[in-house]
């Protein structure tokens, strides 16, 4: 039971990172950025280049590649997003290509064997009787606090209520005089930090090969769908329904149908509500 | 020359060409590259008829197409059937997997459609991969029979299959069903204030173009005679859109052309080895960025004379 | 004077937020009807809730004794009940006829042999029968307005819902179009309601005038009588754009 509530909460914690960067471009810039994975799979692949190759401590490597995922992202929204803004549907498919490209890049760059990237916390502790990775305790941890941290950014400051302005309504906001492409630019780092920073957390103990951010984002494309598409907070209670339900069935059952879970849980979702559990429109 | 009369020079040379090519150009490789791409075209026109003219983007046609090849792998290999059986059987399953996709997403406004195509495929993928006592994982499934004696046979059912595929998608699109596909594409909500009912349209259009995707899988099983999980990979969803692009959006037989001649010149490229998979998706995203409208519809109709 | 159209309680909220507030209207055949308000008073979603566009959380409307609350937007149309839209929504990439004539393969009028001709028909009806082949994204704000109306006219409706048909158009193409309507009106019998900003334009052709304030219908009857209300008044002053023009044609 024990083990259940923490390997739940770390699951869910992973997910909640994912889906809510995903939901945030999408509720706010309106941006379906299916490259969203790759962002995942660079702060993974940014952290183990940088203690290997140039021979960084794991925090100062982690934290630069958070830095510069964030940044190619900006720079990506930027040159590449933003001149196909209103061209159709050309900006998921030109996400969908750069994802490819960057899987592509992983691939001739460091090849298919999976890489190893060191633990921050190489130490077990037993907490509630279970045997859990000091890192998979540090990646709940980290990942609350960062949510929180966002939670109080938004709420809080005034770029987090321009943020909260433009996904309520963008011609309003417009008219109020809020810089609508800087928010743009600012959405997509915040998305590609959370996205940055669940896989170097994770990288330790998850497999880091070149395609490895493809499930992450098909996993949060089918949160935020559960959520409801554009809700911050729906993203996080269906982080938290999801991450916990494959546990269980994880442990109850086996781990090949913990798949399965979120496929039934998105299909449930369209078929009845399509909203999604805190969605605004039903159609 | 009337538009018509250009129409069909045009696509009688074309079958032309086509049917010389292998007899001229001899060698059991080249004609397996050229069914290669007419499958491919198969693949890419399929996927054109319903993205093209709703405008409603798939991003995981490799669902239909992986569906199709193991129908085909799994009753050729499972099922002792013999292989003629894997066409039609194929692309049923493609249909009913189009309907299981189609039907809850296509009904709703916004982005759920071309998310759960992506994620379709995405999971079906996955599932081969942990169903692997059943599907042969990574390796998938080996040892399929192959439909004809001669590759220049297989080569001509595939380009008979291609044109037949593409001439029933124009025909479609050029039909008074096809006018409102468009009008979907143009408007949807003007379209539904004109009295059609919308969801019923792209669910059918969405079947229709799963099912040539369904049989090219087939097609594709018995040439390579082994099919795969990467039959079921965004790659190919991409590779796909990305002829469909090249073509021309919305032409069909752009995307026939276009794919057709993007499988030839990465087959040329294949000194480039690894690189070719990067080489599509920059070529995609080269694309999208100057030349939306595609290459080769836009310059067949500037030959023609005047647009359509 | 039969009731063509029927609304009774109609009610519609977005999030806590009432939009349309227990709305009752009788819409009487044969005759063009305005709806007036300044804006955010609900007219458009009125619209949207009379067509099926959107979904009331309560109340009815009836087609003489159909309901068409519940059903979809395309049934509506089928059943007779065409509309426009605000800003004018061409099918992009294809040609004036064409859009025509997607109006015109409507199931409840769809005869494919006679299609193309009816579209061309139709165009000629509106004044854009020279511009039948060009791509509909070429054409001027006031031709798109009538493209709208030709391809609404495709489904033969019994009522036409126009929204706004006057906004942005000069005084002779807003002439031409006032011909239009009283034309459709009197001689094909097409019953008409129509929301409109522009009163000189509204107060010419509604013989019946309904007015929305805040989600609800604060005026309806006779035109002069109407306008002359005190509440109707009220919801007028301050508005530049109708507060002179109501004070103007309200002098006997």
Not at chain 1, 7 to 15: E, I, K, Q
Not at chain 3, 211 to 228: C, F, L, N, T
Request: charge should be positive.
């Amino acid at each position: 039971m024990n083990d259940i509530l923490i390997y739940g909460a770390v699951t869910s914690s992973v997910y909640a990172m994912l889906a809510v960067g995903f939901t945030l471009m999408f509720g706010v810039a309106r941006t379906l950025n299916l490259a969203h994975g790759s962002f995942y799979a660079l702060g993974a692949y940014g952290t183990y280049l940088m203690t290997t190759s140039f021979k960084l401590s794991l925090t100062v490597a982690a934290v630069l590649a958070v830095l510069i995922v964030t940044a190619l992202g900006v720079a990506m929204e930027r040159m590449l997003i933003r001149p196909l803004r209103g061209v159709g549907l050309a900006v998921p498919m030109m996400t969908l290509a750069l994802a490819l490209v960057v899987e592509q890049v992983l691939f001739l760059g460091f090849g298919s064997e999976y890489r190893n990237v060191p633990s921050f916390i190489a130490a077990s502790v037993i907490v509630g009787g279970v045997d859990v990775s000091g890192q998979r305790l540090l990646t709940v941890a980290v990942n609350g606090c960062v949510l929180a941290c966002l939670w109080v950014f938004v709420h809080r400051t005034r770029q987090g209520s321009a943020i909260l302005a433009l996904s309520q309504d963008r011609e309003a906001a417009q008219y109020v005089g809020i810089p609508v492409d800087r928010v743009y630019a600012l959405v997509m780092g915040i998305s590609a930090a959370l996205a940055a920073t669940a896989g170097v957390l994770t990288a330790p103990f998850l497999t880091v090969q070149p395609g490895m951010g493809l499930m992450p984002m098909i996993k949060a494309l089918s949160i935020v769908i559960v959520g409801g598409l554009g809700s911050v907070r729906g993203s996080i209670a269906a982080a938290l329904l999801l991450g916990y339900a494959e546990t269980i069935v994880a442990y109850e059952l086996s781990t090949a149908w913990t798949e399965l879970v979120s496929l039934v849980a998105v299909f449930m979702t369209l078929v009845l509500r399509p909203a999604g559990l805190f969605g605004i429109r039903a159609r | 020359m009337s538009k018509a009369y250009a129409n069909l020079a045009g696509a009688t040379g074309f079958m032309a060409v086509m049917i010389v090519l292998p007899l001229v150009v001899r060698g059991r490789y080249f004609v397996g590259v050229l069914t290669l791409g007419l499958i491919y075209g198969i693949w890419a026109a399929s996927w054109d008829f319903m993205s093209g003219l709703t405008g409603r983007e798939n991003f995981g046609h490799a669902l239909f197409i992986g569906a199709g090849a193991y129908t085909a792998g799994f009753l050729n290999t499972i099922w002792m059937a013999n292989p003629w059986w894997s066409l039609p059987a194929a692309a049923c399953v493609a249909v009913v997997f189009s309907l299981a996709v189609g039907i809850p997403t296509l009904r709703l406004s916004g982005p759920y459609f071309s998310l759960a195509t992506l994620a379709a495929a995405a999971i079906m993928q996955r599932l081969t991969l942990i169903f692997w006592e059943r599907t042969g994982g990574e390796d998938g499934l080996q040892g399929i029979a192959p439909l004809l004696k001669s590759p220049l046979e297989l080569y001509y059912l595939c380009l008979f299959s291609l044109v037949a595929v593409v001439a029933i998608l124009l025909a479609i699109s050029a039909s008074p069903w096809g006018m409102i596909l468009r009008a979907i594409g143009g408007d949807e909500l003007a379209c539904r204030a004109s009295g059609h009912n919308t969801t019923l349209y792209k669910v059918a259009a969405f079947a229709i173009g799963a099912a040539p995707a369904g049989l090219g899988g087939a097609l594709y099983a018995h040439h390579q005679l082994q099919v795969g999980p990467q039959l079921l990979s965004v790659f190919v969803s991409v590779s796909v859109i990305t002829m469909a692009y090249v073509g021309g959006i919305g032409s069909m037989y752009g995307a026939a052309i276009g794919a057709i001649l993007l499988t030839v010149l990465t087959e040329l490229l294949r000194g480039a080895g690894e690189w070719r998979l990067l080489v599509y998706s920059t070529v995609l995203v080269l694309m999208l960025f100057f030349r939306p409208h595609g290459l080769v519809a836009p310059l067949w109709q500037a030959l023609r004379g005047g647009s359509e | 004077m039969s009731a063509l159209l029927q609304a009774i309680g109609l009610s519609k909220h977005f999030g806590g937020v009432y939009a349309i507030r227990n709305v009752s209207l009788s819409i009487s055949a044969g005759k063009i009807t305005g709806i007036l308000g300044p804006n955010g008073a609900g007219k458009t979603t009125l619209f949207d809730l009379l067509t099926g566009f959107l979904p009331a959380d309560r109340g009815e409307v009836r087609l003489g004794d159909t309901l068409l609350t519940g059903k979809r937007a395309d049934r509506i149309v089928n059943l007779g009940c065409a509309r426009t839209f605000q800003l004018c929504r061409p099918f992009t990439g294809m040609s004036v006829v064409q859009n025509v004539m997607v109006g015109c393969l409507a199931p409840r009028v769809r005869d494919l042999k006679t299609t193309h001709a009816r579209a061309l028909h139709l165009l000629e009806e509106v004044g854009l029968g020279d511009k039948a082949s060009l791509p509909a994204h070429a054409l001027s704000q006031g031709d798109l307005r009538r493209l709208e109306i030709a391809r609404a006219l495709g489904t033969k409706p019994l009522l036409l819902l126009l929204d706004e048909p006057f906004s942005g158009l000069g005084a002779h193409e807003a002439e031409t179009l006032s011909a239009l309507i009283r034309q459709l009106n009197r001689d094909e019998g097409i019953t008409v309601l129509m929301i409109e900003h522009r009163l000189r334009d509204l107060m010419l052709l509604a013989e019946h005038l309904l007015v929305m304030d805040s989600g609800k219908v604060i005026a309806d009857g006779e035109p002069e009588a109407v306008m002359r209300e005190p509440s109707v008044v009220a919801a007028y002053i301050g508005t530049r754009e109708n507060g002179h023009a109501a004070a103007r044609d309200t002098e006997p």
